[in-house]
């Protein structure tokens, strides 16, 4: 196998490359909504990339320019270099990847580049004295096709949460796990997930751009070990009515530079938290309904976000409360509290990561900077609780719809600016033609409910 490229010295690992079998190398990066692009080169043109980038014609991608200014380059991020495991050197085609930054003709990085909005926030907490470190779990399905080969919501197994004996998909995740850790991804734990045909693998907390890296890499990767098995993988918040959607619940903190510790932990403070993290927090749940568009981007993922499925519809936070939209998780006995973290649950693995945890980092950061305050926990179960109660409690709900979601997103200047005016702008147009097609569209519901009543 080609060795994975972590030092400085592209051109060592351009020829180790070259020795292992690696003849063509794919430049990737993403579109604004999240789907991975990539221009294949042969392995000879990396070093020429690496010095002087690619050019590509951006017109065509998803809000990235208009057809007069269309020409961009993309610069190779070597310490993402990595052989493709089911394209190796071995083969005939044997292929790497690598993760690039798009720039302008100019040579200034691509405002409409979801990986330059990342490193704008990481920056920004740079600047204040902290690493931001992040930790998603993405939830899937595995998907049989049908008859015709075409993909439909019926899942390979009966198995639940943990189950194992009705559990058809261990061998497949198995796969996808050495998939995962042949492109350096540390893969802590995979399991069978609450509903039927729904799993999850989590890998290794970092800091959050080589962590928003790895997740586009899980997505991509998923897929196509799937495949592989006759199987599909999807990221679909709500794939099937009446059960569990899958949700990509994103663990996070800030580490201090100079006191090289994590800024969240107190041990003599309720929860474990420091005043920091009660900040952080507190920035989330003020923006939660402002960034709930770019962590839950689809028409569908509002159809995940409601009541009795464990996803949060409340702006809230505590401990043991699933219904919450943060969780402070327990930190197991005999570890430090460093470990110390914020789980936010309400993002959902269709969100491209890079604008995601751009949004959560830049929500958290302005309750840093604000100081503001942490509301009281709520460790009850909101389910259960009646519509006085929780408007006695002036407990918010998250948006109920794209639309709303949309409307709430124009309305937040913290949000819009960590999106950056382009990105927002083709952001916004995108997803409310989205909304727009689907308000607008007669469903089988409707006719079923309606036509021979009316």
């Excluded at 403070?269 to 960034?291: F, N, Q, V, W």
Aim: net charge negative; aromatic share 10%; proline share 6%.
């Amino acid at each position: 196998m080609a060795p994975r490229a972590e030092g400085p010295d592209p051109v060592a690992a351009i020829r180790a490359a070259e020795a292992a079998g690696i003849r063509f190398v794919q430049l990737q990066f993403t579109d604004i909504i999240g789907h991975v692009k990539a221009v294949t080169i042969p392995i000879h043109q990396l070093e020429g990339s690496v010095t002087h980038g690619t050019w590509f014609d951006g017109s065509s991608i998803e809000g990235f320019t208009r057809i007069a200014e269309s020409d961009q380059y993309l610069m190779p991020d070597m310490a993402t270099f990595s052989e493709i495991p089911w394209q190796r050197g071995d083969g005939p085609r044997g292929t790497a990847r690598v993760i690039c930054d798009v720039f302008t003709p100019r040579g200034e990085p691509f405002v409409g580049d979801p990986r330059h909005v990342l490193r704008r926030q990481v920056e920004r907490a740079r600047k204040l004295g902290y690493v931001v470190n992040m930790g998603p779990e993405l939830e899937f399905f595995l998907f049989r096709r049908d008859e015709d080969g075409k993909v439909t919501p019926l899942p390979h197994d009966l198995a639940g949460y943990f189950d194992f004996s009705t559990d058809l998909a261990q061998e497949v995740r198995q796969d996808m796990v050495d998939a995962l850790e042949a492109f350096g991804i540390r893969v802590e734990a995979a399991h069978h997930e609450v509903a039927a045909g729904q799993h999850e693998i989590d890998f290794e907390y970092a800091d959050a751009l080589r962590t928003a890296d790895n997740a586009i890499t899980f997505k991509f990767t998923l897929k196509a070990v799937a495949q592989q098995h006759g199987l599909y993988a999807t990221f679909m918040p709500k794939p099937i009515h009446g059960i569990n959607g899958s949700g990509m619940h994103t663990h996070q903190s800030l580490w201090s530079i100079a006191d090289e510790r994590n800024a969240f932990a107190d041990p003599e403070a309720p929860y474990g938290l420091s005043d920091l993290a009660k900040s952080y927090m507190a920035g989330i749940l003020l923006h939660a309904r402002g960034m709930s568009a770019v962590l839950a981007p689809l028409v569908n993922s509002y159809k995940r976000l409601v009541p009795g499925y464990e996803a949060p519809t409340y702006i809230t936070w505590g401990r043991t409360n699933r219904s919450a939209l943060i969780r402070v998780p327990m930190i197991s006995p005999g570890k430090s509290v460093e470990g110390t973290r914020a789980e936010v649950r309400c993002p959902d693995p269709a969100s491209n990561t890079y604008l995601a945890f751009a949004a959560m980092i830049a929500a958290g950061l302005d309750g840093v900077e604000k100081g503001l305050t942490l509301s009281a926990p709520v460790e009850e179960s909101l389910f259960e609780m009646d519509r006085a109660t929780i408007a006695a409690k002036s407990i918010r709900e998250l948006p109920g719809t794209l639309g709303e979601a949309l409307d709430e997103l124009e309305r937040d200047e913290v949000v819009h600016e960590a999106l950056g005016d382009h990105v927002y702008g083709h952001f916004v147009e995108a997803k409310r033609a989205e909304w727009d097609a689907y308000r607008t569209q007669v469903s089988d519901w409707e006719v079923e409910r309606y036509l021979d009543q009316f």
